[in-house]
């Protein structure tokens, strides 16, 4: 056993000992479960980066095209470095992913409140490129904490309750979703507003979330910790709800038999008892190499590039887009809407996921056919932006709803998909390997707007143009499309002749 899980260890029993004084087992589960879902309605101060994007625009200077750089650091930040931090959690537990967040929250916020208070000083003009620099490396070192809180909750919640996994999974992402609607509402309150204009001081915004972040990382510690301790209890105990089930009709468990067992080293390679997919071989390692290797998990990587990168760049750039295509169109209510609609719909298709695909149901549905729907929500969200006017945008709301429909439901079913081919019990590996694609896609879709945005509103606005983004947004829109296409090709072109028929 490793240093630091010996560390981790040591610690986690010493607070479970704490904690079993007067709580029992079952309300220490249902404990460490509350503070994962409050964690994760703290975690999305992300997402709120349209919001930080007009006032870095605005009052500091910055063009678009060096926000959306910025806002490309961050996501690399958060998505690049999943497949590590994905595979740390499995391996060490959520514990070592809350530490990480409390590492990289604080500081970085505090540093962003610096920046700030130096650029205010300067003479207005066009931001200084090593402020642009500093932002990236802090903004990316936010999107790696951003992950590593949000992760270990999702770890946390799935690992307690492996036989419920699209609710487990669902509840901490609904979550998510909801700390951009809470943090949109919060910051219209007049204390993070600027006194000179109507946009945010990013000064205080900046110190607020340096020192929530670090009470929440404690808090989460604690849950995370909890579930290290109580791992044999919470995946061995009672029949009725903690053992551990298939995922789905289509798939079987794989046991070990005795003499594989008497060989396996708990502590090192088997920490958690838990389900397994029949398309994957007991070891941990090379379950995981496993699948690197299945074909099908680079095509659904494709499509996830292809989808999630333009709702991304929309969420990211919501204040550009409502700036220059839209007349009067309040950006708090539509952050708040879309953020609404994401939430409600995570945990939505979370149940419903979970019903339609049940075995039990005498005409059980695939979830595919659900993702299917998303995106032709997203489709439609976002090719509705060519068909915006000076007089129609009073409705924008709809479109806002729309991709915030999309973007909540695929980060639903996405992960729950993944749970169901390839396992539940390595899906901190599985599922971090797929946030390469958010990253990936939120880079080239951002950059794009920057430059569309700077390069081609200016000039048609000047001719009295108001729709300068309908190229942009019906790239988008084909991409989500081709990405349907995909995903319905993956199903019935390789997990169909596998067996994975409904799941």
């Not at 998505?79 to 514990?95: H, I, Q, R, S, W």
């Not at 029949?239 to 468990?253: H, I, N, Q, R």
């Not at 839209?326 to 939430?343: G, P, Y």
Request: aromatic fraction near 14%; include cysteine.
């Amino acid at each position: 056993m490793s240093r630091k899980r010996s560390h981790l260890h040591h610690v986690s029993h010493r607070i479970k000992h704490f904690l079993s004084i007067h709580i029992s087992i079952l309300n220490l589960k249902r404990l460490a479960f509350v503070i994962a879902l409050v964690s994760c309605l703290s975690a999305g101060s992300i997402m709120l980066f349209t919001l930080f994007s007009t006032s870095l625009h605005e009052l500091l200077g910055f063009t678009y095209l060096q926000v959306n750089f910025i806002a490309s650091l961050s996501a690399i930040g958060m998505y690049l470095c999943l497949p590590v931090l994905g595979y740390l959690g499995d391996k060490f537990g959520p514990a070592l992913l809350s530490l990480i967040s409390i590492w990289f929250f604080c500081p970085s916020y505090f540093i962003n409140s610096a920046l700030v208070a130096n650029l205010r000083s300067l003479p207005r003009t066009t931001a200084n490129q090593s402020y642009v620099y500093g932002f990236s490396f802090t903004f990316c070192l936010i999107g790696l904490a951003t992950s590593s809180l949000y992760f270990s909750s999702l770890l946390t919640c799935a690992k307690i309750y492996p036989n419920h996994k699209s609710l487990a999974i669902s509840l901490p992402i609904t979550c998510y979703g909801l700390s951009s609607l809470i943090g949109s509402q919060l910051l219209k309150l007049e204390f993070f507003r600027s006194e000179s204009s109507d946009y945010l001081d990013l000064y205080r915004v900046f110190n607020f979330f340096g020192i929530l972040y670090f009470f929440m990382g404690v808090l989460n510690f604690v849950s995370s910790s909890i579930v290290i301790v109580e791992q044999e209890i919470i995946f061995n105990g009672e029949e009725t709800e903690e053992s551990a089930l298939l995922p789905d009709s289509s798939t079987s468990s794989l046991a070990l038999d005795e003499d594989e067992e008497s060989n396996v080293d708990l502590d090192d390679d088997l920490d958690l008892a838990t389900q397994r997919s029949i398309i994957e071989p007991p070891n941990h390692h090379e379950r995981y190499i496993l699948f690197l290797k299945d074909k099908s998990a680079w095509l659904l990587l494709f499509s996830l590039v292809l989808n999630i990168g333009p709702l991304e760049s929309y969420q990211n750039n919501l204040g550009s887009t409502l700036k220059n295509i839209t007349h009067n169109v309040d950006l708090s209510n539509e952050v708040s809407i879309m953020a609404a609609f994401s939430t409600v719909f995570r945990l939505a298709l979370g149940g419903l996921s979970d019903y339609v695909s049940s075995p039990n149901r005498k005409s059980p549905m695939c979830r595919i056919w659900l993702m299917v729907a998303v995106l032709v929500v997203g489709v439609i969200g976002q090719l509705g932006h060519n068909y915006l006017t000076l007089d129609n945008d009073h409705f924008y709301y709809i479109l806002a709803g729309m991709n915030g429909t999309a973007y909540g439901g695929l980060f639903t079913i996405y992960p729950t998909v993944v749970a169901s081919i390839w396992g539940i019990d390595i899906m901190g590996s599985t599922w971090g390997s797929f946030m390469v694609a958010p990253a990936i896609g939120s880079i080239v879709y951002s950059l794009n707007f920057g430059r569309t945005v700077d390069t081609q509103c200016a000039k048609l606005n000047v001719l009295g143009l108001s729709n300068c983004l309908s190229s942009y947004y019906t790239l988008t829109a084909f991409s989500l499309s081709v990405s349907l296409f995909l995903i319905l090709f993956v199903w019935k072109g390789i997990w169909v002749k596998r067996g994975f028929v409904t799941f």
